[in-house]
């Protein structure tokens, strides 16, 4: 069973950076689009940001596009999504997820990816 299990949320103040970073477990293929998504208080989850299987391609919400970096390492089986220049709006749960078609093109609807983790907590502090 694919499982994904996120790290390396907290607490950090306005201007800050947090590197987040997913493990997948499960599959012994890196042929599989992977994204990030987030939650914040009182709101409906959203995209953030999403990277092809070669890493290749990355797409990004415009909120974020210029100061968060998706990148992976398929050696490691990784994802990691590198925050700079945080704001309070920023705030949420974040979620990595995947797809379980080999090759797709990642995008931004949540039906898109079969796969999700536990999510972790990023708090931006004003």
């Known amino acids: 069973q694919v499982q994904l299990v996120e790290s390396g949320g907290g607490l950090v103040q306005t201007g800050g950076s947090l590197r987040l970073s997913c493990i997948v477990s499960g599959r012994t293929s890196s042929d599989y689009s992977m994204g990030w998504f987030r939650q914040p208080p009182g709101k409906e989850r959203e995209f953030v940001a999403a990277?092809?299987?070669?890493?290749?391609?990355?797409y990004y919400a415009d909120s974020v596009k210029g100061r968060f970096t998706i990148s992976r390492d398929n050696a490691k089986k990784m994802v990691f999504l590198q925050m700079d220049r945080l704001r309070p709006e920023d705030t949420a749960v974040y979620y990595c997820?995947?797809?379980?078609?080999?090759?797709?093109?990642?995008?931004?609807?949540?039906?898109?990816?079969?796969?999700w983790g536990q999510g972790t907590q990023v708090t931006v502090s004003s």
């Open positions: 990277i092809t299987w070669g890493g290749a391609r990355t």
């Open positions: 997820a995947t797809t379980d078609v080999r090759y797709s093109r990642p995008n931004e609807r949540e039906e898109s990816y079969a796969y």
